[in-house]
């Protein structure tokens, strides 16, 4: 697996032998060498005073399947007509001119240690449905096989891989640490799972390790330990057989599983199995995150942060279109209700829950070298109980992707701050709009992997990792 952040020893002032030879496998994986030094010298640049490139070792992406209603969380509108600006009032947070809704009390609290953008903006195809939109905003492409109204379908291994399956792709964990992990609950709509959350064409290696058991129970992770009949002396046995075998007859190598070392790498390994164990933790962190599966899930999060993984996808535990009901689990599709439904369901966890992960990595010294991200498909339509392409009952609010917020903090990102600006009913981008890909565009400018960066995929066409866009670097 390549690694464009290596530090191998040089011959002058080129590339090195190994390097070299490294460039010279690079049909592999589709790239050239202009960009292999162009990586390179972008990883260079990161280690200069004030550089971005790369500043991040983590990701943590909340992803709010269902899809937050902008104006009453992010973007308050108080001057706006009632029928627009809602029930909540504005709250000012620690941040000098940055104001919530006031269902985000714990988390105006920690506002100096994240930004909002508040311009972002997506045209999923076909109608403004759930399906195109996270395809849209988890894979950075626009959807290829999606029906004529942008509802999902199947995942397959055509598909374009995930956000977090690219970024252990080109920045992969280290040995005896899991790359990439999803938590909480998978990605759906409809009777469809799975939507864009796996590798895709990258191949199964690159697929999530998924947890979707409640956490707020012992979690049973077998698959990261040893079977009982096997010893690690054993395992050593058999990792030494191989490396015969392939000594002899190097072709042999393609004919093992190709993820056996790193399969052998992670059972030895204690880190990644510990992280699992929630039970470890202080009685007064689980309860400031939160006993709910969202709750758990998060400070999972951060455990295996500190473990070394290097992406986890925390995913809302309903599924992106079920109905919002009561309790701490239901969705944000709120088409009916959504003031009740926010104010004393949804919001208090995500307040709870949110606010404690952004303090808990500042405190522990992580939040710089981790970024998060708190985002939805799309955001949720300024006018009440009126349908733009969806039925709409009293008090809901339609899907919009016009315009919308997103939250993201650490690993380069400067906090307190506020990135572009809606217009007077948050309707749309009034200053600085982003598209959801410039948002995976910084999230990879900050893993230290270029995103304009080819590879080539199963029919050996070119792919960006990005379909468009590119980092948002007011933000940082």
Known sequence: MLSILTRPGRLCDGPSRRELLTVGTLGLVGLALPDYLRGKARAAESRAPGGTFGRAESVIVLYMQGSPSHIDLWDPKPAAPA?????????????????????????AMEADKFALVRSTHVNPKGLPNHGSAIYMLLTGHDSSNFTATGLAVPPTREDLPSI????????????GRLGYVALCAPVGEGVVTGLAQGAGLLGGGHDPFTMYDDPTKPLRVDG???????TSVRLQGRRELRAKIVAERPM???????????????V????????????????????RYGLTRFGQSCLLARRLVEAGTRFVQVNWPARADQEPGPGPDGSWDTHRNNFPILRDHRAPVFDLTMSALVSDLAQRGLLESTLVVAIGEFGRSPRIGAATTNNVGPGGRDHWPHCYSFLIAGGGVRGGQVYGESDKHGAYPKQDPVHPWDMIATLYHLLGIPADMEYRDTLDRPRRLVQQGSPILGLL
């Open 83 to 107: 029928e627009i600006r809602g029930e909540f009032q504005p709250i000012a947070t620690r941040a000098p001119g940055m104001f919530l809704g006031e269902v985000l009390p714990r988390l």
């Open 164 to 175: 977090g399956a690219t970024a252990i792709r080109f920045r992969p964990a280290q040995a």
């Open 224 to 230: 990261l330990a040893l079977p009982s009949d096997v």
């Open 252 to 266: 042999a190598d393609a004919n093992f599983d190709p993820y056996f070392e790193k399969a052998a790498s992670l």
């Open 268 to 287: 030895e390994s204690t880190k990644a199995l510990a992280a699992f164990r929630l039970e470890d933790e202080p009685q007064g962190i689980r309860e």
